[in-house]
T-cell receptor, first 109, second 115 residues
Framework: SQQGEEDPQALSIQEGENATMNCSYK?????LQWYRQNSGRGLVHLIL?????REKHSGRLRVTLDTSKKSSSLLITASRAADTASYFC?????????FGTGTSLTVIP | EAGVVQSPRYKIIEKKQPVAFWCNPI?????LYWYLQNLGQGPELLIR????????DSQLPKDRFSAERLKGVDSTLKIQPAELGDSAVYLC?????????????FGPGTRLLVL
């Protein structure tokens, strides 16, 4: 079973707009990670946020974590057509590592 | 630096046939993971190795699936016999440390189709 669920399942935006996707999970975590998967390819790590962190930035990515609500969000600013991919959150509980169901992002040029 | 290598990239077999997937992790990575990914879903862990020891195989269907990581480097995942429902992408990943504390690096996956 998968612990995380992303919302929305699919998102379509115009190039230059910001994209926000959310992840909810069920149990306490050590850290939460976001990965990107282009069609037919493996997953690529984007960013890791630890349970004692609330916000983290990496380039055009901004991740927030609210452990009280057991949720995280990934913001991609100034989106590009190359950002078109599926995005997955992954939670690490210390002993287990779970991926969410993913958000499919389409950026229209 | 070479990434995680998987072979074959694609495999088509008939049901009840055996199939094997191979993974070579990034050099120096102690931890190796096998995941199953169904269409439109996130990866689901099948087995995790730390060096040559399988430390988490709770989600591996042991009646038909087996895996090994001899010498703690490359790994093989086998299905025997394959069923129609095994059609999926099988992903291999590796990391320096265990338990998801560090980034996992994924291979391109093996896409299996069971007819």
């Amino acid at each position: 079973s998968q612990q995380g669920e992303e919302d929305p399942q699919a998102l379509s935006i115009q190039e230059g707009e910001n994209a926000t996707m959310n992840c909810s999970y069920k149990t306490s975590i050590n850290n939460l990670q976001w990965y990107r998967q282009n069609s037919g390819r493996g997953l690529v790590h984007l960013i890791l946020i630890r349970s004692n962190e609330r916000e983290k930035h990496s380039g055009r990515l901004r991740v927030t974590l609210d452990t009280s609500k057991k949720s995280s969000s990934l913001l991609i600013t100034a989106s590009r057509a190359a950002d078109t991919a599926s995005y997955f959150c992954a939670t690490n509980t210390g002993n287990q590592f779970y991926f969410g169901t993913g958000t499919s992002l389409t950026v229209i040029p | 630096e070479a990434g995680v290598v998987q072979s074959p990239r694609y495999k088509i077999i008939e049901k009840k046939q055996p199939v094997a997937f191979w993974c070579n992790p990034i050099s120096g990575h102690n931890t190796l993971y096998w995941y199953l990914q169904n269409l439109g879903q996130g990866p689901e862990l099948l087995i995790r190795y730390e060096n040559e020891e399988a430390v988490d195989d709770s989600q591996l269907p042991k009646d038909r699936f087996s895996a090994e990581r001899l010498k703690g480097v490359d790994s093989t995942l086998k299905i025997q016999p394959a069923e129609l429902g095994d059609s999926a992408v099988y992903l291999c990943a590796s990391s320096l440390q265990a338990g998801g504390q560090e980034t996992q690096y994924f291979g391109p996956g093996t896409r299996l189709l069971v007819l």
